[in-house]
């Protein structure tokens, strides 16, 4: 986890200052064209704490109170301070997103002391899903982010603890709240929130934490207008259908479990195993804010089939097999949501190459990628096998040709 711990923070940096960049109505910065921004047109820039507070979900006996305390563990809290900019009020992007922001933030979390009380850094974006009123709104946010100082198993001292198997996991977080603006420079938020920590299979064990939490917060805005103002708005601009074409290179490293015979637990293989892939995407993009197509999608997992000549597990007799096994190809629908600077994308696929094992079944993806330069953008992901079971993360880069859009 060092790599992820060192990577992740300064993905933070360079996402916002990305973002900032790619703006080009900012102060200082290069000016979009007039029908974009408007003459004199400035982002709007967003500081907000909010404060959430609720329980964990008992998805293990060790969080029932099968631990050394005894402990039924309920409570989770967590604080978090975040910045954010939106586009310039009445800009194109403005009214084609309404209420979209992004940022980075910092959290403070706070759990059971075998647990720990980690610390997350973390990129997000949120906007308004439907105005209910002339002050109020349903909004949503997502955090994806690195949680960094868990007290994690440890064989001698924490043994009981299955849930975290590292000092740094991933941290996702999914909120929805209303959002009322009680003056021009301030919106107070109330909501529920669900979040996740996982180290995605990069150490054991890792049956992962879920959270559900009820959030208030205030957002201050330095400097933005009331609404209303300026008269009707301009209609949306016109959307070019069009398709592009995604392709995308992503690597990974992972812990593996094998299946042992007559026993309910799983044999922890030594190591560390590599993950490699690619993914082509066509995506036809339908509007300014969803796209849909297929992938197809080709991965080397050194970890894949491994299986035991038989007895007892042990290092001693594992069979590694060939590498023409650990190898597979698949097709994959895919079903994006667009939103400025990140588009998060989803797919539900099958292998039609190698389809044997471990490569058998049903895979899903849930994968973020990040807008850098032109057609350029990270990837960060997760691949699932059967809805359910944690495979691999997918840390890599794309371009996409053909892309028309402006963010």
């Known amino acids: ?102 940022g980075a933030g910092l959290a403070l979390h706070r759990f059971n002391p075998q647990l720990g009380n980690p610390v997350s850094v973390f990129v997000f974006q949120g906007a308004r ?39 740094a996991t991933a941290y996702l977080n999914a909120d929805l709240y209303l959002c009322y603006r009680a003056a021009p420079w301030l919106d107070v938020n109330a909501g529920v929130g669900v979040a996740h920590f996982s180290n995605g299979n990069t150490a054991y064990p890792n049956l992962g934490l879920n959270t559900l939490a009820a959030r208030l917060s205030a957002a201050f805005y330095p400097g933005r207008r009331r609404e209303g103002g300026e008269g009707p708005q301009a209609p949306l ?37 590599g993950v490699i892939g690619l993914n082509f995407n066509p995506m036809y993009n339908m509007n300014h804010w969803f796209n849909a197509g297929l992938s197809l999608d080709a991965v080397y997992d050194r970890s894949a089939n491994i299986t035991f000549a038989g007895g007892e597990p042990s290092v001693d007799n594992i069979v590694h097999p060939p ?4 190898v597979a190809v698949g097709l994959s629908a895919r079903a994006e949501f667009v939103m400025p600077y990140f588009t998060i994308n989803l797919g539900v696929g099958h292998n039609v190459i190698g389809a044997r094992g471990d490569f058998s079944g049903l895979y899903q993806v849930l994968a973020l990628k990040v807008n850098v330069w032109r057609g350029s953008f990270l990837h960060i992901g997760y691949c699932l096998d059967g809805f359910s079971s944690p495979n691999y993360l997918m840390l890599g880069a794309g371009y996409r040709f053909g892309g028309k859009r402006k963010w």
């Open 1 to 102: 986890m060092r790599t992820l711990t060192r990577c992740i923070p300064a993905f933070a940096a360079m996402a916002v200052a990305m973002a900032a960049k790619a703006g080009m109505c900012v102060p200082g910065g290069e000016a979009a064209a007039a029908d974009s921004c408007g003459a004199g047109a400035r982002v709007v820039h967003r500081i907000e704490a909010d404060y959430a507070t609720g329980g964990i979900l008992h998805t293990n006996s060790f969080l029932e109170g099968d631990n050394a305390e005894g402990r039924v563990m309920n409570h989770a809290s967590a604080l978090r301070l975040k910045y954010a900019f939106q586009a310039p009020q009445g800009s194109q992007q403005a009214r084609i997103y309404p209420g979209a922001y992004q």
């Open 237 to 273: 601009p016109a959307f070019g259908r069009h398709v592009s074409y995604d392709l995308v290179v992503f690597g990974a490293w992972r812990r593996r479990g094998v299946a042992v015979e007559g026993s309910g637990q799983p044999y922890a293989l030594p190591g560390t195993y």
């Open 323 to 326: 590498a023409s096994e650990q």
């Open 129 to 167: 899903i439907a105005r209910l009123g002339r002050q109020l709104a349903l909004n949503y946010e997502w955090n994806l982010g690195l949680a960094m100082g868990w007290r994690p198993y440890d064989r001698e001292t924490n043994p009981d603890n299955q849930i975290i198997g590292s000092r």
